[in-house]
């Protein structure tokens, strides 16, 4: 007997956020302009609202926003959110951060905060540029 994994919809409440307008005015404005302002505070909203309207070329500039705008400050989040919409690209560029900047985010704990899957991915890598440097 196969049992088959139930899917749950992906709840998304806008109604209380105190952003809304300026995620749903970015939104509209991009399907009717092909133009997306893109800020700190709005883009991982407005990611979340593209996924959950498959609105994929503009989830694509969201993810591409956040890559170039990944920083320590904002990393635990961003790792989150990769983490639960499977955003590979953002996915790898937290990664090469926490590669990167491993003794900084160990001193401030927020390695403890990032979804262990990405330092399971930092750790194999790590690993295997380790092999790859020494060739026996």
Request: aromatic fraction near 10%; glycine fraction near 0%.
């Amino acid at each position: 007997k196969s049992q088959t994994a139930k899917l749950t919809p992906l709840k998304v409440d806008f109604s209380n956020h105190p952003n809304v307008w300026i995620i749903f005015k970015a939104f509209l404005k991009y399907i009717y302009c092909d133009e997306v302002d893109f800020s700190d505070d709005s883009v991982l909203d407005l990611f979340v609202l593209c996924n959950k309207w498959l609105k994929k070329d503009l989830e694509h500039e969201c993810e591409d926003f956040m890559i170039e705008t990944l920083t320590m400050e904002n990393v635990v989040e961003r790792a989150q959110v990769a983490n639960q919409f499977g955003a590979t690209r953002l996915t790898n560029a937290i990664i090469q951060l926490i590669i990167e900047n491993k003794i900084e985010m160990e001193k401030s704990h927020d390695l403890e905060k990032i979804p262990p899957v990405f330092l399971v991915k930092a750790i194999y890598q790590l690993q295997k540029q380790k092999e790859d440097a020494d060739p026996e």
